[in-house]
């Protein structure tokens, strides 16, 4: 096939213990999938059908570094367990949604907040807050078979040494499987979809030098270091 410029290299992430990369083919997140931090964005902590956002897989990134982005002034952090398919498919049964998963990182679903309340306020679509360049930074992924399924497990992120957001994976209002089920009756998923599954209370804006620390337990850590913008 010929094409009239050569194809951008397909977004990935490194794998722990292999030379193969997980090349990234979409990025879905769920909103507000922790009760405390629906109630510090606002909103009721129901068990409500869940509701999605996606990110472009250009959004993904390893490098470590998170260069401030342009057009705004008030960028949060949101630690998140991510969760990778290796397969999918439509209106999938729990079972399958379990065996789609080929393994999980920690990512940061990096927020232009200011957007995000300018668009809450019009009526408008995230697009703008939640899906600019560089805003997924994830750690590489460990495979279901290092890991397993973690449903319980401490989440935090550290700004600068201090204890910013804390929790626990069992207080996903919407568990793992149920998330991919859901998801499935609405999208065709497929190998390469990642699902960012939500954050904990306690998100906040960072600032150029900034180090945020992140784990989630027994899946991995990720540090990024808050540059200044490159737009300036």
Same mark, same amino acid.
């Given at each position: 096939m010929e094409y009239l410029f050569t194809p951008?290299? &397909? &977004?990935? +992430?490194p794998i722990l213990g292999h030379a /193969?990369?997980? @090349?990234? %083919?979409r990025i879905f997140c769920v909103g507000q999938n922790y009760a405390e931090h629906t109630r510090e964005m606002g909103g009721d902590p129901q068990r409500n059908p869940p509701f999605f956002f996606a990110k472009p897989a250009q959004a993904v990134d390893v490098s470590g570094e998170f260069a401030y982005p342009m057009a705004s002034n008030n960028v949060h952090y949101e630690v998140e367990l991510v969760v990778a398919l290796d397969r999918g498919g439509t209106h999938l049964s729990a079972q399958q949604a379990l065996h789609s998963i080929y393994g999980y990182a920690v990512g940061l679903d990096?927020? %232009? %907040?200011? $957007?995000?309340?300018? /668009?809450?306020? /019009?009526?408008? &679509?995230?697009e703008a807050a939640?899906?600019?360049? *560089?805003?997924?930074p994830c750690s590489p992924l460990v495979p279901v078979s290092e890991c397993g399924h973690p449903e319980h497990g401490a989440i935090w992120l550290d700004q600068n040494g201090e204890r910013r957001q804390t929790?626990? +994976?069992?207080q996903m209002i919407w568990k793992v499987p149920e998330i991919i089920v859901h998801l499935s009756h609405l999208f065709e998923l497929a190998a390469g979809d990642l699902i960012f599954t939500g954050t904990p209370a306690g998100?906040?804006? !960072?600032q150029p030098g900034d180090l945020l620390q992140a784990e !989630?337990?027994?899946?991995?850590q990720l540090q990024v270091? !808050? $540059? @200044?913008? %490159? *737009?300036q």
């Open positions: 951008a290299i &397909p &977004p990935s +992430l /193969a990369r997980f @090349p990234v %083919r990096m927020t %232009r %907040r200011d $957007l995000q309340a300018q /668009a809450k306020q /019009a009526g408008r &679509p995230w939640k899906a600019f360049d *560089h805003s997924a929790g626990d +994976l069992d998100v906040g804006p !960072v !989630v337990e027994g899946v991995g270091r !808050v $540059l @200044p913008s %490159r *737009h």
